[in-house]
């Protein structure tokens, strides 16, 4: 008798936890899109709207900031899962900052201090079990080696927040990615085994995420009404390498989960390679991404183009996920030769056009 009232306690619990987790997803999709309409229907003043430039890609002033409600999204889902107070704290700063700058003129030399605090406040707390996703030991290497890598996580951080920021550009992109990208990495790192519940908390924060990405979609995929602005991108690329880091379990799985975005790593490092090649202030606007030829000078729609890079996002993020059973040795060659091929591409359209290589 026990044992049944026992085993009928447990499945009640699991049914609310159940509901529980399904009214969180609701929650997140419902204020990805309210916040981007909200932003789309307040009216603002000139200087608080994204208006075309000489590099832009849009052709119509739009509000930016539409990416509060992912900001939303993510502090609902953080406090609801219990994520870690440094990892929440952290984004939110970061983002906040990025909210800030959307409509008030921030320096990058303050981007960047606040990217580097928020980058240290969240990996701070993780540094004593972080040096477990590299077997040293295995290659005989002090434990010091690790201090030599440590830089390379902190670039990959506040890089991959930049690189989301930059890819933003184009009607979807980053929303639609995010939808995938985070998507894939939550209900990989679910599926793939036993969990303790910080990790399991992680993966729901993660398919959290893809939701309100999916939630502010229909405001700016096809005529776009709004736009993501830095609250939500640097946001997105922020939370993507904070969350690459604390589920990989190795650094194999580090390798895996970055791939999940890899057109975004693509188009960027290529594109930084020429720039620095002709000697350009990689800190200056500019529209020279692979994604932005194809809009501007090859005319292709915006969504066209989105779910090209969609298409090959999911394609190489999910080979990269199907060959970790195989290997670093595998997984990086196959990453090298997609990398190849991007920058072929990528070389092959700029000769056609206007732009230079």
Known sequence: MTQDLTSIFNQLIAGVTQHRIFLLFLTCTGLGFAGARLIAGIPFREHLLDVPKERSSHTE?????????????????GLTLRIPTTFLFAAILISSVSLYGDYFRI??????????????????????????????????????????ILPLIFIFLIGTANFYN?????NGIAGFSGVIAFGLLGLYTLTRGPADDCQKSLSLLSICIALACLG????????????MGDVGSILLGFVFAALVITLAGNDLEMV???????????????????????????????RRHLYQILANEKGIAHWKITLFYGMVQLGIGTGAL????????TVVLFLTICFLAFAFISRSIRRHTAVSL
């Open 216 to 227: 502010y979609l229909p405001l700016n995929m096809f005529r776009a009404k709004v736009f």
């Open 166 to 170: 930059f890819m933003d550009g184009i």
């Open 322 to 329: 199907l060959l970790y059973a195989y290997g670093m040795l």
């Open 107 to 148: 320096s990058v030399r303050l981007r960047l201090a606040v990217q580097l605090i928020s980058a240290m406040i969240f990996l701070f707390p993780l540094l004593p079990g972080l040096s477990a996703h590299f077997d040293l030991s295995t290659f005989g290497f002090s434990p010091f080696v690790f201090l030599l």
């Open 256 to 286: 895996c989960f970055a791939a999940l975005l890899f057109p975004f790593y693509a188009d960027e490092l290529t594109t930084m390679a020429i720039r620095l090649r002709n000697k350009e202030n990689l800190a200056k606007p500019h």
């Open 61 to 77: 002033p739009k509000p930016r900031g539409g990416g509060v409600g992912i900001l939303a999204a993510f502090m609902v889902a």
